[in-house]
DNA sequence: CGAGGAGTTGAGGCTAGTCAAGGCCCGTGG
DNA sequence: CCACGGGCCTTGACTAGCCTCAACTCCTCG
């Protein structure tokens, strides 16, 4: 059943159907590995997965519709992102492969956020129930699940840390620094990476104005911590990018002793 | 039950066993009914559950230690911490019951985080091995498991909402309708809330400065929204002070409605 | 080629961080 | 018993960083 669903960000008409079945056999053990960040080529049994394409742009997911469907990134990258009721909106987090989709519904009526494409994109389509089945019928992708959503609690956890940042060029090292070590998690360049937001984006992001975003960026370049060319970024001194990313205004440095005691119980 | 418990946050030596095990019989089907927030008191087959007393200012998780137990809160509260190298303790999170702690180290060896009993606690405690044992032999809990994960990435995408916003005022308005949502579906009361953090870890929570959450406060209190008495917070006017949620700086209140989508199905 | 969006840069005002002092509540100890 | 000390919370004054507004350039796209 190729199912059409149309994008609607655009006022005029949109042309094209932006999300489309893709017909490549997708085998479990592929979206598990996926999952759990392994690369194991494990078995080569064909399931009958669902993948589809989404052109970048598309809206895959749409905030506040009750939506059957649970997907898994498989390439590309996406944005979440919640519009208040005067129109602006919110973006919530970055999401890159491997990252589920969809998962709040289980625990939520509605989609608290929708997603949108930033790139033409591949991903995993579950309806709830096959996912319990599958769960049940494979234990290593009910572990592979579990996987993929502890790290992404994780992930929530370092964006909280990236955010609690108060002055606005350490927030934004942080995220720079962030999404690095998500690129290099993802077996990419670590140096060199790309920017899939525009600076609209992250300034909504993290809590910036756009100008400020623009600043940031502009003097961690000066400084030599970066090479910046539109959206593609270099890390040109990554130990001075660290360095900015820790000053928080006024709190430099404080030799306050960590008291190391075990809380210890008794098995 | 009484709650003016006075913590000891005494630096110095703990004197006591400030985590214990706690010999009452715990089911598993409390264990469920606490994760995915049914109060299904189901069947009453006594599996033999490990439970666990945290004394008010113990650490329970210790960041970077290799941390072979999962937890679950069944009462009070914890903070999440990460100590920076200078010293600084970032607070992350705040967790009430029904939340996971601890779920982090399957996909970490480490834990990324150390996690501080705010007050008096209860705490389920597993290993790995129980947890997938018990999920391999019940799949409700397998479920509930599921449901609690994905409903805590609900509320840390919440909280990125709370962090993104711009001004001072707002995240602190934002915040505390956050906690009061939280309350309500804990089955407490909506209206009147106990701040669990003090002034300086709600401020590194939200990102601001000390002084700034004590001002934002007050001056919530004086505009008539709020009723402050040090940590005990009175919601008076919850619609003033959703609108000074809203108020993200220069974008004042303009009446621009734009989409007005049902907020909310019933039940 | 014009339109429009994205990005950059500048000027100015105001929020919120910083420093400092004082009040309040609790503990300890004289 | 009260003085003392050390938290936590509040308030004030000052200042700087960031948001706002407003240009301008660059690029893409129709």
Redesign the pocket.
């Known amino acids: 059943m190729p199912l059409a669903l149309i994008d609607n960000h655009t006022p005029t008409a949109a042309p094209r159907n932006t999300i489309a079945p893709l017909a490549s056999g997708a085998t479990l053990a592929e979206l598990i590995s996926l999952l759990d960040g392994s690369s194991r080529a494990a078995d080569t049994r064909h399931e009958p997965l669902r993948l589809w394409r989404v052109r970048a742009g598309a809206t895959l997911l749409h905030e506040g519709a009750s939506q059957p469907w649970l997907h898994v990134v498989r390439s590309g990258a996406f944005k979440t992102l919640r519009t208040a009721e005067d129109g602006y909106q919110q973006v919530l987090s970055l999401l890159l492969p491997g990252d589920t989709l969809g998962f709040e519904a289980l625990c939520r009526r509605q989609q608290p956020a929708s997603a949108v494409a930033l790139e033409d994109a591949t991903v995993y389509a579950l309806t709830l129930s096959e996912l319990t089945a599958l769960e049940l019928q494979h234990p290593a992708f009910d572990r592979a699940v579990q996987y993929a959503l502890t790290r992404q609690l994780v992930r929530c956890a370092e964006m909280a840390e990236v955010m609690a940042a108060?002055?606005?060029?350490a927030r934004m090292a942080r995220f720079v620094l962030w999404l690095s070590s998500r690129m290099a998690a993802q077996g990419e360049s670590a140096r060199r990476l790309r920017l899939r937001l525009?600076?609209?984006d992250v300034a909504s992001l993290l809590?910036?104005?756009?100008?400020?975003?623009?600043?940031a960026?502009?003097a961690l370049a000066a400084q030599g911590c970066l090479r910046?060319n539109?959206?593609d970024i270099e890390i040109t001194d990554r130990a001075q990018l660290q360095a900015r990313a820790r000053h928080?205004?006024?709190?430099s440095d404080e030799g306050v002793p960590v008291v190391r005691q075990p809380d210890c119980v008794a098995a």
Chains 1, 2 share one sequence.
Do not use: D, K
């Not at 809590?207 to 600043?215: D, F, K, M, Q, W």
């Not at 928080?248 to 709190?251: A, H, Q, S, V």
């Open positions: 108060v002055a606005a060029e525009g600076r609209r809590g910036l104005a756009h100008e400020t975003v623009s600043r960026l502009t910046v539109n959206r928080t205004r006024g709190f």
